[in-house]
């Protein structure tokens, strides 16, 4: 990259963040002028000097809200502010430039570098809050403005020597220091206090004592007016008072107050000449205010950092307390605990023996001859027996079920026999009452003296109930809670299984999906509860026509899917679901009548169509959706066609998606003529796709695929993006305006950002609105009338011209029509096709007519043909037509030979086709 590239590149980045936010640079831009012309305007009396420089406090503040990125806003800023006060006051051209610039680059340079001293020296943000903030704040501003005010007053004496008033360059630099450093003093601190701010409670909480102040800054007003400029400096008390009562926030604006009222003092009290002498005691007198200002602004650092401190403080003898009460708590926790375990270990001998006694579990001590020798109470209660009743029998023999005696006598003849410690053993034992428990055992070999027999300990577990939950949570997870039919996990499970006995035995299986037809409706006239009991209903019916080894299943909403285990061929699967067909159809009865559902099935075989579930149902599905294509309520099996058709539609999406980054989309313009003069007046804008493999696509070969896919929405603002853009050619290739129209699908018209959509595009082709033409089709109008009426005022706003397109095809009524703010009405082409053969669609298309004459509406009809059609719209009064008649549809790229040939005489309403490819 060269050096010039490299500059340029860095120039961009630079004034990259007012492209980012252009609406804060300008009222930033904007606020800095405005405080600058005000500076300018506030001069002592006969004097061109200003006391204060307001721009420089807002500058500093400006940059330690929003760091280096408002650099270029305010260097234009100070540019803009200079050339308008200096170009006009001095003659010498190169003088003023050099003025204008250094003041421009100074004037950036100053907030900047006194930013960077104080980050650099403290690493803090805010320079109000600490005393070593502040003084770091107050000297780097001090520094800073010196070092530019030297240079600025020595430009200017260069470039100023005869400025009408005898000042050298010593007061030149004070003037200029004191201006800078007062504008500092007076909106820095108000500008940056504002997080500070405590909200308006504070305010009324402090109303009484602010009251007072005010109090007292009338009576300093009026000394100063009155009495003399010294009076002024009565404020030093009312400043201390707010360092010391308000918060830092007020604090700052008692300092702008004052230093509002000091600037008027100066201003208006006692007029100076400017004369070297007068203009010492004005800058002594500011001076003194200044550090007035600045003592007030230290002080209520230093209360600020205090009571910071204070809450510190307050905050780690909190932390501390709490700290020092959870040890003393752990303590005494430890002893409590140690206290408990010495007792504990007193008792843990009693509590042993009690221990199988007390025992919420049953325990059970047996014998290697499977003999009882304990049996403790939470046995008694379980299994009914006392302890009398079952000592000394034979636990497997009474409690154990036939099936599961000897896995019990196993395993615990295991631990018995084989030494292993324990065993876990799940079986049913039966209680006095004939209940089987299931139970839990925990098997533990009890070791004796030598001359003992061994025993086994059993502690049990009663999870009768859970193990009913557990197969509750199975049926759950495997079946439909709503009406009981398997869900998709199960019908998956079992038709993997079917198609494996399939595969086995030869025999074919099919899969039976279907829906309820318009069922949505049913749930939004009978509610979601009757929708309930509809799809139990249903449930009953399916399973009612299938054979028990089959099964129903609920896949979702109101899909069902039927698996036919072993079925005989296309036939035994038709025979299946038409009766399921019929068995939906049957009317269910209702209080105030009959309901009638209808149902759309698809259905595949298995091997057939496929070996797979996922593919078998997918086909399914596929017959499924084309019967419902075919008018609902119909069977249809599953053919190849219909994936190579699915294949089709998912290439067209694939390839769709490509096209606009391809530029493979076209538009294509046929001309609307005024019917009288054949002159053009307008454009409509016609989309087609020119396809890499397949040629020129028209709109309903891939629209369809579009608004399916959800790319209709980009693909309508990329054509009217294109169509603005060709427009603003047209209107330089057209001697007379020529308007652009384009159709609005029923989808991108009920799309919320239609408005803000065709707003934005407009904005950003810089396009005029009045040039484009919005056809709409009538119904997409009707069906949501009242919200149309909003969207198409919005539309109106704007400047658009609106047409309702195929205007009578629809069942709307007059009464809609006059609601609507409509421009144009667009006979639709099926009327102008039956002219003048068809005596009906000459009279609806000649009422359609009179009907927009008499309410002030165009007429447009398209798809004119014949010169007889032509004649008839003529003669009926409709002011403009389109079609073959007068041209094709032509690409862009012609439209400059048509405009050139119109320049040359050539008139669209005479001969037949007079512009064609």
Same mark, same amino acid.
């Not at 631990?415 to 009452?433: H, M």
């Given at each position: 990259?060269?050096?010039?590239?490299?500059?340029?590149?860095?120039?961009?980045?630079?004034?990259?963040?007012?492209?980012?936010?252009?609406?804060?640079? %300008?009222?930033?831009?904007?606020?800095?002028?405005?405080?600058?012309?005000?500076?300018? /305007? &506030? @001069?002592? #009396? =006969? !004097?061109? +000097?200003?006391?204060?420089?307001?721009?420089?406090?807002?500058?500093?503040?400006?940059?330690?809200?929003?760091?280096?990125?408002?650099?270029?806003?305010?260097?234009?800023?100070?540019?803009?502010?200079?050339?308008?006060?200096?170009?006009?006051?001095?003659?010498?051209?190169?003088?003023?430039?050099?003025?204008?610039?250094?003041?421009?680059?100074?004037?950036?340079?100053?907030?900047?570098?006194?930013?960077?001293?104080?980050?650099?020296?403290?690493?803090?943000?805010?320079?109000?809050?600490?005393?070593?903030?502040?003084?770091?704040?107050?000297?780097?501003? %001090?520094?800073?403005?010196?070092?530019?005010?030297?240079?600025?007053?020595?430009?200017? /004496? &260069? @470039?100023? #020597? =005869? !400025?009408? +008033?005898?000042?050298?360059?010593?007061?030149?630099?004070?003037?200029?220091?004191?201006?800078?450093?007062?504008?500092?003093?007076?909106?820095?601190?108000?500008?940056?206090?504002?997080?500070?701010?405590?909200?308006?409670?504070?305010?009324?909480?402090?109303?009484?004592?602010?009251?007072?102040?005010?109090?007292?800054?009338?009576?300093?007003?009026?000394?100063?007016?009155?009495?003399?400029?010294?009076?002024?400096?009565?404020?030093?008390?009312?400043?201390?008072?707010?360092?010391?009562?308000?918060?830092?926030?007020?604090?700052?604006?008692?300092?702008?107050?004052?230093?509002?009222?000091?600037?008027?003092?100066?201003?208006?009290?006692?007029?100076?000449?400017? @004369?070297?002498?007068?203009?010492?005691?004005?800058?002594?007198?500011?001076?003194?205010?200044?550090?007035?200002?600045?003592?007030?602004?230290?002080?209520?650092?230093?209360?600020?950092?205090?009571?910071?401190?204070?809450?510190?403080?307050?905050?780690?003898?909190?932390?501390?307390?709490?700290?020092?009460?959870?040890?003393?708590?752990?303590?005494?926790?430890?002893?409590?605990?140690?206290?408990?375990?010495?007792?504990?270990?007193?008792?843990?001998?009693?509590?042993?023996?009690?221990?199988?006694?007390?025992?919420?579990?049953?325990?059970?001590?047996?014998?290697?001859?499977?003999?009882?020798?304990?049996?403790?109470?939470?046995?008694?209660?379980?299994?009914?027996?006392?302890?009398?009743?079952?000592?000394?029998?034979?636990?497997?023999?009474?409690?154990?079920?036939?099936?599961?005696?000897?896995?019990?006598?196993?395993?615990?003849?295991?631990?018995?026999?084989?030494?292993?410690?324990?065993?876990?053993?799940?079986?049913?034992?039966?209680?006095?009452?004939?209940?089987?428990?299931?139970?839990?055992?925990?098997?533990?070999?009890?070791?004796?003296?030598?001359?003992?027999?061994?025993?086994?300990?059993?502690?049990?577990?009663?999870?009768?109930?859970?193990?009913?939950?557990?197969?509750?949570?199975?049926?759950?997870?495997?079946?439909?809670?709503?009406?009981?039919?398997?869900?998709?996990?199960?019908?998956?499970?079992?038709?993997?299984?079917?198609?494996?006995?399939?595969?086995?035995?030869?025999?074919?299986?099919?899969?039976?999906?279907?829906?309820?037809?318009?069922?949505?409706?049913?749930?939004?006239?009978?509610?979601?509860?009757?929708?309930?009991?509809?799809?139990?209903?249903?449930?009953?019916?399916?399973?009612?026509?299938?054979?028990?080894?089959?099964?129903?299943?609920?896949?979702?909403?109101?899909?069902?899917?039927?698996?036919?285990?072993?079925?005989?061929?296309?036939?035994?699967?038709?025979?299946?679901?038409?009766?399921?067909?019929?068995?939906?159809?049957?009317?269910?009865?209702?209080?105030?009548?009959?309901?009638?559902?209808?149902?759309?099935?698809?259905?595949?075989?298995?091997?057939?169509?496929?070996?797979?579930?996922?593919?078998?149902?997918?086909?399914?599905?596929?017959?499924?959706?084309?019967?419902?294509?075919?008018?609902?309520?119909?069977?249809?099996?599953?053919?190849?066609?219909?994936?190579?058709?699915?294949?089709?539609?998912?290439?067209?999406?694939?390839?769709?998606?490509?096209?606009?980054?391809?530029?493979?989309?076209?538009?294509?313009?046929?001309?609307?003529?005024?019917?009288?003069?054949?002159?053009?007046?307008?454009?409509?804008?016609?989309?087609?796709?020119?396809?890499?493999?397949?040629?020129?696509?028209?709109?309903?070969?891939?629209?369809?695929?579009?608004?399916?896919?959800?790319?209709?929405?980009?693909?309508?603002?990329?054509?009217?993006?294109?169509?603005?853009?060709?427009?603003?050619?047209?209107?330089?290739?057209?001697?007379?305006?020529?308007?652009?129209?384009?159709?609005?699908?029923?989808?991108?018209?009920?799309?919320?950002?239609?408005?803000?959509?065709?707003?934005?595009?407009?904005?950003?082709?810089?396009?005029?609105?009045?040039?484009?033409?919005?056809?709409?089709?009538?119904?997409?109008?009707?069906?949501?009338?009242?919200?149309?009426?909003?969207?198409?005022?919005?539309?109106?706003?704007?400047?658009?011209?609106?047409?309702?397109?195929?205007?009578?095809?629809?069942?709307?009524?007059?009464?809609?029509?006059?609601?609507?703010?409509?421009?144009?009405?667009?006979?639709?082409?099926?009327?102008?096709?039956?002219?003048?053969?068809?005596?009906?669609?000459?009279?609806?298309?000649?009422?359609?007519?009179?009907?927009?004459?008499?309410?002030?509406?165009?007429?447009?009809?398209?798809?004119?043909?014949?010169?007889?059609?032509?004649?008839?719209?003529?003669?009926?009064?409709?002011?403009?037509?389109?079609?073959?008649?007068?041209?094709?549809?032509?690409?862009?790229?012609?439209?400059?030979?048509?405009?050139?040939?119109?320049?040359?005489?050539?008139?669209?309403?005479?001969?037949?086709?007079?512009?064609?490819?």
């Amino acid at each position: 990259m060269t050096p010039n590239k490299l500059k340029e590149f860095n120039l961009i980045k630079w004034l990259s963040p007012i492209k980012d936010h252009p609406v804060r640079s %300008i009222a930033l831009f904007l606020t800095y002028m405005v405080l600058a012309q005000t500076s300018v /305007s &506030i @001069t002592l #009396p =006969d !004097s061109p +000097i200003s006391p204060v420089w307001l721009p420089s406090g807002f500058a500093l503040a400006i940059v330690y809200i929003y760091k280096e990125s408002v650099l270029p806003v305010l260097f234009m800023a100070a540019l803009a502010s200079a050339a308008s006060d200096f170009l006009f006051s001095n003659n010498n051209v190169l003088s003023t430039v050099a003025l204008v610039a250094s003041f421009g680059l100074l004037n950036t340079l100053q907030p900047y570098l006194i930013y960077r001293f104080f980050i650099n020296v403290t690493g803090a943000d805010y320079p109000f809050d600490r005393d070593r903030s502040l003084l770091a704040f107050y000297l780097g501003a %001090i520094l800073v403005i010196v070092f530019t005010s030297s240079i600025f007053a020595m430009l200017s /004496s &260069i @470039t100023q #020597p =005869d !400025s009408g +008033i005898n000042i050298n360059y010593t007061l030149r630099l004070l003037v200029f220091t004191l201006a800078d450093f007062l504008g500092i003093l007076f909106l820095t601190p108000l500008i940056l206090a504002h997080h500070q701010f405590r909200g308006f409670r504070y305010i009324s909480d402090k109303l009484l004592e602010w009251s007072a102040w005010f109090v007292g800054l009338g009576i300093v007003s009026y000394l100063s007016f009155y009495q003399g400029i010294q009076s002024v400096f009565l404020v030093l008390p009312l400043t201390i008072w707010a360092a010391t009562r308000f918060s830092q926030a007020g604090c700052a604006a008692a300092v702008s107050i004052t230093l509002s009222l000091a600037f008027l003092a100066l201003i208006y009290i006692d007029p100076i000449n400017s @004369t070297p002498n007068n203009l010492y005691d004005l800058i002594i007198l500011e001076i003194l205010l200044a550090i007035i200002i600045t003592t007030t602004l230290y002080v209520s650092a230093l209360l600020e950092e205090r009571q910071k401190v204070a809450s510190k403080l307050e905050d780690i003898v909190l932390q501390r307390t709490e700290q020092l009460q959870k040890t003393n708590q752990e303590l005494s926790d430890e002893v409590y605990i140690r206290k408990q375990a010495e007792k504990s270990f007193r008792r843990s001998s009693r509590r042993y023996k009690a221990l199988i006694e007390t025992a919420g579990s049953p325990i059970i001590v047996i014998d290697d001859r499977y003999l009882i020798k304990q049996w403790n109470s939470a046995a008694e209660s379980l299994f009914g027996y006392s302890r009398d009743d079952v000592i000394g029998k034979n636990y497997i023999d009474c409690f154990v079920p036939q099936q599961q005696q000897d896995e019990t006598a196993w395993k615990i003849t295991k631990v018995i026999e084989s030494g292993v410690g324990k065993e876990n053993l799940n079986s049913e034992a039966i209680a006095f009452d004939g209940v089987e428990h299931a139970m839990l055992w925990n098997i533990n070999r009890i070791s004796n003296s030598d001359d003992e027999p061994t025993q086994v300990i059993l502690i049990g577990q009663d999870i009768t109930e859970i193990q009913t939950t557990q197969d509750q949570l199975h049926h759950l997870a495997h079946f439909d809670i709503l009406t009981g039919a398997a869900n998709r996990r199960l019908f998956e499970d079992r038709c993997n299984q079917a198609l494996k006995q399939s595969l086995r035995h030869q025999h074919s299986i099919a899969i039976i999906t279907l829906d309820i037809d318009f069922f949505k409706r049913i749930n939004d006239t009978f509610g979601h509860d009757a929708g309930d009991e509809l799809l139990k209903v249903i449930v009953n019916r399916l399973t009612a026509c299938v054979r028990n080894e089959d099964t129903v299943a609920r896949l979702g909403g109101d899909e069902f899917s039927v698996l036919l285990a072993d079925v005989s061929g296309v036939e035994g699967a038709e025979l299946v679901a038409r009766n399921i067909l019929d068995a939906i159809t049957t009317p269910i009865p209702l209080p105030s009548g009959e309901l009638v559902i209808t149902s759309s099935i698809g259905v595949s075989l298995a091997p057939d169509d496929a070996a797979v579930y996922a593919e078998l149902l997918k086909n399914a599905d596929m017959a499924m959706y084309q019967a419902k294509s075919s008018g609902r309520n119909n069977i249809q099996f599953f053919d190849p066609k219909m994936n190579e058709d699915m294949l089709q539609q998912l290439s067209i999406e694939q390839e769709l998606r490509h096209a606009i980054t391809n530029n493979e989309l076209k538009l294509y313009y046929q001309p609307i003529i005024d019917i009288e003069s054949g002159q053009i007046i307008a454009l409509e804008t016609l989309l087609r796709w020119q396809h890499p493999t397949k040629g020129l696509l028209s709109p309903d070969k891939f629209l369809k695929v579009a608004e399916q896919t959800g790319q209709l929405l980009a693909i309508g603002e990329w054509t009217l993006q294109n169509a603005c853009l060709q427009g603003k050619a047209v209107q330089a290739m057209s001697k007379t305006p020529v308007k652009i129209t384009l159709n609005v699908s029923n989808r991108q018209y009920s799309h919320p950002q239609l408005v803000k959509t065709i707003a934005r595009v407009l904005m950003e082709t810089r396009f005029n609105p009045r040039f484009l033409v919005l056809e709409i089709e009538e119904n997409t109008i009707t069906n949501k009338l009242e919200e149309s009426v909003i969207t198409l005022n919005k539309l109106k706003e704007l400047g658009l011209t609106l047409t309702i397109d195929s205007f009578g095809s629809g069942i709307s009524s007059l009464s809609h029509l006059k609601k609507l703010p409509i421009d144009i009405i667009k006979i639709d082409r099926t009327f102008i096709k039956g002219i003048p053969s068809d005596e009906n669609d000459m009279i609806i298309t000649e009422t359609l007519i009179n009907i927009a004459h008499q309410m002030n509406l165009r007429t447009f009809a398209a798809g004119i043909e014949t010169r007889e059609q032509e004649a008839f719209l003529k003669i009926n009064g409709c002011q403009y037509v389109q079609g073959y008649l007068y041209s094709n549809p032509l690409p862009s790229e012609l439209l400059p030979q048509l405009f050139q040939e119109i320049r040359n005489g050539l008139r669209l309403n005479e001969g037949s086709q007079s512009f064609s490819l």
